[in-house]
Nanobody, 128 residues
Framework: QVQLVESGGGSVQAGGSLRLSCAVS????????MGWFRQAPGKEREGVAA???????IYTESVKGRFTISKDNAKNTLYLQMDSLKPEDTATYYC??????????????????????WGQGTQVTVSS
């Protein structure tokens, strides 16, 4: 059974930082893509950042230079370092995992429907 468990969300003032973690268990494939997505109330889910099996990354334009996605294969954990947070970053953040073939089309890495398994989400609130 595949499980993804996010942690690290919370409330922070604008300009602050948070680091999200996503612990993965039960995914038996050696090569895969992982991504972070977010959804604010009344808005559609948005792809934030993703990383493929070779370590290649992609970010949505609004977080470039502020967010960094990384993974620790030994710990089966995905991270999202979020710096210079803005009120518009407020959302529930989800991690997801899917087959490495997602990475064959780089922009597809930010498409939620390409992924197979999802975490339960962690709330990030940024106040001005």
């Amino acid at each position: 059974q595949v499980q993804l468990v996010e942690s690290g969300g919370g409330s922070v003032q604008a300009g602050g930082s948070l680091r999200l973690s996503c612990a993965v268990s039960g995914y038996t494939y050696n090569n895969y893509c992982m991504g972070w997505f977010r959804q604010a109330p009344g808005k559609e889910r948005e792809g934030v950042a993703a990383i493929d099996g070779n370590g290649g990354t992609i970010y949505t334009e609004s977080v470039k230079g502020r967010f960094t996605i990384s993974k620790d294969n030994a710990k089966n954990t995905l991270y999202l370092q979020m710096d210079s947070l803005k009120p518009e970053d407020t959302a529930t953040y989800y991690c997801a995992i899917g087959p490495h073939s997602i990475g064959w089309g780089k922009f597809r890495m930010l498409v939620g429907s390409a992924y197979s398994y999802w975490g339960q989400g962690t709330q990030v609130t940024v106040s001005s």
